[in-house]
Structures are given as structure tokens and as C-alpha cells.
């Protein structure tokens, strides 16, 4: 079992629709959680991260962690043809794993003009 | 954020030949990793570099495979030693300060090996 499970999708949705990301993981140390985007052959760009359960907004982006659940979201509103990539969830632990990111597989995203 | 410079973006080698990839940042930086992501798939770390000492292998990474460098707090380097065509992947540096100011990555070196 993958310590990080994410649908690779892909998702389309239409334009200005709310676009409704996750993953799931296992591993109950994980404490610092991020977001990244990544367009087709760029590397990934940091879209967010929080370090507690909750919700942290960013414009357009709102991430949730539940840890209870070890789940966590990432809801990007008014949807563009240029949030049109891959989104990816990346985890760690602190201490001796601190900076060892566990990426999930990534969602493809399409948004429809 | 730490803006990282990486070279080449991308290569075809012959295999049986080394390539080393370079990652420049803009700023001082603590961390720095080596990630690998084959198409079709995500990012699997392969190393941490350590500044001034040896870097730290992740499962089924080797140094021999995988020298890395880091001789300063803003440049490391990764060689893929003695290339098959099962090391064509896309490697990516990573690095930054942590915390709330999270980690950024280089833009990738797309590896062919034939």
C-alpha cells in the first residue's frame, strides 16, 4: 500500500466550476502537508501548505487537512482553462524525516472553456 | 521563494555514459533533495544532499548510481552514472528553507537514454 493515494484522474470539469482535489495517506506522522502544481514538462510549483488540520485559504485555493481522517483537500474556485494541469499533494514528517516528501500520483486536471 | 536554476533541460545519451545535472539557487538554502519521476508516474525521492558531506540515499538509490555534490549552500549536482535506457525519467532538484516558506523546484532535466 502506497503511503500516499491520490485518483490520478483526469478531471474536467467546465469553466467556473469548483474543482475538488484529495488524497488520502497512512502514515499518522505525517505533519506537514503542501500542494503543488505542475504544467506539462515544467517542474512543480508550490500551490500551498499548512501545517495543522484546518482550512487555509489563498485566493482562488482553500486547503483542508483532517488528520483524524488522514485526508486532505484542495478546492480551487472559479476554474480556469489555465488551472488546466497536474495537482499534486506532498506530505512529510518532521524530525529525522523532515523534507522527505511523499508525493501522491498526481490528478490531471482539465478545465473546458 | 528560493528560485532554482536547473541544467540541462534535457539530454539524450547513450547508454553505458554518465550525465551530470546542475541546480543553482538563487539563495542560501538548508535543504536540497534529488527527485526522479518516470513518465506517467510522481516524484520518488532519490537523495538528500548534504551540504559539505555525503548525501543521504533513499531505498534502491545508490551513490555509485547517483553521486551528488553539494559543495555550498546554493549549488548541488547529480551525475546518473553508466545509463540504460531504464534511467530515461525526468530528475528534478528541489530545495528551500522549509517551513513558511515551503520548497521550490527546478524545472527539470528530461533524460533520454538509447
Known amino acids: 500500500q502506497k503511503e500516499v493515494e491520490q485518483d490520478p484522474g483526469p478531471l474536467s470539469v467546465p469553466e467556473g466550476a469548483i474543482v475538488s482535489l484529495n488524497c488520502t495517506y497512512s502514515?499518522?506522522?505525517?505533519?506537514?502537508f503542501m500542494w503543488y502544481r505542475q504544467y506539462s514538462r515544467k517542474g512543480p510549483e508550490l500551490l500551498m501548505y499548512?501545517?495543522?488540520?484546518g482550512n487555509k485559504e489563498d485566493g482562488r485555493f482553500t486547503a483542508q487537512v483532517d488528520k483524524s481522517s488522514k485526508y486532505i483537500s484542495l478546492f480551487i474556485r472559479d476554474s480556469q482553462p489555465s488551472d488546466s494541469a497536474t495537482y499534486l499533494c506532498?506530505?512529510?514528517?518532521?524530525?529525522?524525516?523532515?523534507?522527505?516528501?511523499?508525493f501522491g500520483a498526481g490528478t490531471q486536471v482539465v478545465v473546458t472553456p | 521563494s528560493a528560485v532554482i536554476s536547473q541544467k540541462p533541460s534535457r539530454d539524450i545519451c547513450q547508454r553505458g555514459t554518465s550525465l551530470t545535472i546542475q541546480c543553482q539557487v538563487d539563495?542560501?538554502?538548508?535543504?536540497m533533495f534529488w527527485y526522479r519521476q518516470q513518465p506517467g508516474q510522481s516524484l520518488t525521492l532519490i537523495a538528500t544532499?548534504?551540504?559539505?558531506?555525503?548525501?543521504?540515499?533513499e531505498s534502491g538509490f545508490v551513490i555509485d548510481k547517483f553521486p551528488i555534490s553539494r559543495p555550498n549552500l546554493t549549488f548541488s549536482t547529480l551525475t546518473v552514472s553508466n545509463m540504460s535506457p531504464e534511467d530515461s525519467s525526468i530528475y528534478l532538484c528541489?530545495?528551500?528553507?522549509?517551513?513558511?516558506?515551503?520548497?521550490?523546484f527546478g524545472s527539470g532535466t528530461r533524460l533520454t537514454v538509447v
Open positions: 539563495s542560501q538554502v538548508t535543504m
Open positions: 502514515n499518522s506522522a505525517f505533519q506537514y
Open positions: 506532498a506530505m512529510s514528517a518532521l524530525g529525522d524525516s523532515w523534507g522527505k516528501f511523499q
Open positions: 544532499a548534504n551540504q559539505g558531506s555525503e548525501a543521504t540515499y
Open positions: 499548512t501545517y495543522s488540520s
Open positions: 528541489s530545495g528551500g528553507l522549509g517551513g513558511i516558506y515551503g520548497y521550490t
